[in-house]
């Protein structure tokens, strides 16, 4: 068997690549929103075909989680991570050059495939470059990145960097992580250990539903659900929902991006809330603090300065408890079926990220009013922070250390 990788040098270049790819995947997922005002005309697109275009890279996602996570257990991280960057790589660029709606959701669709099947090596890849006591901060470290990455996007867009045409945000979205696979291909150095045995796809899901892992399993699954759900409620509804209080689009804008820079400090405080000594009270208090941000952002009025202080806490304490579920997740799992493991979590809550917008949708359809929507998210966040604390206490029996 092969020895741990030495986490003074090594473990701080995987971990570095990591971020880097998290920011790319970050940028790219937000691509779409940032084309879409410059797209629909040009393809004469419905408000119903913009949803089908977004919705189609959402459940490549899914498929992409599934397949990224047995990729990491089958043939190593490193070969996981280059797949899927080539992936999305790929098919971004080919989006630019799409001449049919059929042919933009099918490219968009690719490369969410892509795109998830990135996220469980990252996750994993962060978690095995560094010993166990840091793997909560060093997972939040590359987290942290995915909305690092949207910010950028975002501000691309805002300050019309793209030129205001929209082939030019997939041209960039794709050259960059195909720049950084062969990166990824020939620094990344060893992680963890090598598997005595490769488990197949069968005798993996086995083990994540075995009988001593089954209440870990589903406890994670609804944690990642609730947990997306609300961030891609937030996500999708806050411009519009900040509009409708009275709030400028622009304006609305620039509290989204504030949004994302919150997540980024707000997921390097999830990490080292994971990785204390006893983190069951300070994850708690998380997750507390988070619905505690829905709850003001509720009873702010629509006043631009308040609510891009409001946005930014809001979205520091949303991402922080998104930061501590992904640092929980690759600790759930022996080595042999960590992929497997956290790809289908990942893939359950790419479900929720798709119940959440649907979810705010039929709110306001029944006639709740933007603060009524926030505060619907706060028994949702609690009953996230409910099932991660029971993942927290079964911790250490139910995961082996590397």
Same mark, same amino acid.
């Given at each position: 068997?092969?020895?741990?990788?030495?986490?003074?040098?090594?473990?701080?270049?995987?971990?570095?690549?990591?971020?880097?790819?998290?920011?790319?995947?970050?940028?790219?997922?937000?691509?779409? %929103? !940032?084309?879409?005002?410059?797209?629909?005309?040009?393809?004469?697109?419905?408000?119903?075909?913009?949803?089908?275009?977004?919705?189609?890279?959402?459940?490549?996602?899914?498929?992409?989680?599934?397949?990224?996570?047995?990729?990491?257990?089958?043939?190593?991280?490193?070969?996981?991570?280059?797949?899927?960057?080539?992936?999305?790589?790929?098919?971004?660029?080919?989006?630019?050059?799409?001449?049919?709606?059929?042919?933009?959701?099918?490219?968009?669709?690719?490369?969410?495939?892509?795109?998830?099947?990135?996220?469980?090596?990252?996750?994993?890849?962060?978690?095995?470059?560094?010993?166990?006591?840091?793997?909560?901060?060093?997972?939040?470290?590359?987290?942290?990145?995915?909305?690092?990455?949207?910010? #950028?996007?975002?501000?691309?867009?805002?300050?019309?960097?793209?030129?205001?045409?929209?082939? /030019?945000?997939?041209?960039?979205?794709?050259?960059?992580?195909?720049?950084?696979?062969?990166?990824?291909?020939?620094?990344?150095?060893?992680?963890?250990?090598?598997?005595?045995?490769?488990?197949?796809?069968?005798?993996?899901?086995?083990?994540?539903?075995?009988?001593?892992?089954?209440? /870990?399993? *589903?406890?994670?699954?609804?944690?990642?659900?609730? %947990?997306?759900?609300?961030?891609?409620?937030?996500?999708?509804?806050?411009?519009?929902?900040?509009?409708?209080?009275?709030?400028?689009?622009?304006?609305?804008?620039?509290?989204?991006?504030?949004?994302?820079?919150?997540? !980024?400090?707000?997921?390097?405080? %999830?990490?080292?809330?994971?990785?204390?000594?006893?983190?069951?009270?300070?994850?708690?208090?998380?997750?507390?603090?988070?619905?505690?941000?829905?709850?003001?952002?509720?009873?702010?009025?629509?006043?631009?300065?308040?609510?891009?202080?409001?946005?930014?806490?809001?979205?520091?304490? #949303?991402?922080?408890?998104?930061?501590?579920?992904?640092?929980?997740?690759?600790?759930?799992?022996?080595?042999?079926?960590?992929?497997?493991?956290?790809? /289908?979590?990942?893939?359950?809550?790419?479900?929720?990220?798709?119940?959440?917008?649907?979810?705010?949708?039929?709110?306001?359809?029944?006639?709740?009013?933007?603060?009524?929507?926030?505060?619907?998210?706060?028994?949702?966040?609690?009953?996230?922070?409910?099932?991660?604390?029971?993942?927290?206490?079964?911790?250490?029996? *139910?995961?082996?250390?590397?």
């Amino acid at each position: 068997m092969q020895t741990i990788t030495d986490h003074r040098h090594g473990g701080g270049r995987a971990l570095t690549l990591a971020f880097l790819a998290a920011v790319i995947e970050g940028f790219d997922l937000q691509a779409a %929103g !940032v084309a879409v005002p410059k797209l629909a005309p040009a393809f004469g697109l419905t408000p119903q075909q913009i949803g089908l275009f977004f919705s189609s890279a959402t459940f490549g996602l899914i498929f992409g989680a599934l397949a990224g996570g047995r990729i990491a257990d089958a043939w190593g991280r490193r070969t996981g991570l280059v797949i899927a960057l080539v992936a999305f790589g790929v098919f971004s660029i080919a989006t630019a050059y799409t001449a049919t709606f059929e042919q933009l959701v099918a490219m968009r669709f690719l490369t969410g495939v892509g795109l998830g099947g990135a996220l469980p090596n990252l996750v994993n890849i962060a978690a095995e470059s560094t010993d166990p006591a840091n793997r909560g901060k060093a997972v939040s470290i590359m987290y942290a990145g995915i909305p690092l990455g949207g910010a #950028i996007a975002s501000g691309v867009s805002m300050l019309g960097l793209h030129g205001g045409d929209w082939h /030019t945000i997939f041209l960039v979205g794709g050259i960059l992580p195909l720049v950084l696979g062969p990166l990824v291909q020939f620094m990344l150095p060893p992680l963890a250990v090598v598997k005595a045995e490769t488990k197949s796809a069968t005798g993996a899901l086995s083990q994540v539903f075995a009988p001593g892992t089954l209440a /870990t399993t *589903a406890a994670l699954w609804l944690s990642f659900f609730l %947990g997306l759900l609300v961030v891609y409620l937030l996500l999708n509804w806050m411009p519009q929902l900040l509009v409708s209080r009275g709030l400028e689009r622009s304006e609305a804008s620039t509290v989204q991006i504030l949004f994302n820079v919150g997540g !980024v400090l707000g997921s390097l405080i %999830g990490g080292r809330m994971l990785d204390r000594a006893r983190p069951v009270g300070p994850v708690a208090l998380c997750f507390a603090a988070a619905a505690a941000a829905l709850l003001m952002l509720a009873m702010l009025p629509a006043n631009l300065a308040l609510m891009l202080v409001g946005g930014m806490l809001v979205g520091g304490a #949303i991402l922080c408890v998104q930061a501590i579920l992904y640092g929980i997740a690759p600790q759930c799992y022996p080595f042999e079926i960590r992929g497997t493991g956290v790809g /289908t979590a990942v893939a359950v809550g790419r479900l929720g990220s798709i119940a959440g917008p649907l979810l705010a949708g039929a709110l306001v359809a029944a006639g709740f009013t933007p603060s009524d929507v926030m505060v619907a998210l706060v028994p949702i966040t609690l009953a996230a922070g409910l099932t991660t604390v029971v993942l927290l206490t079964r911790r250490r029996t *139910a995961a082996k250390p590397a």
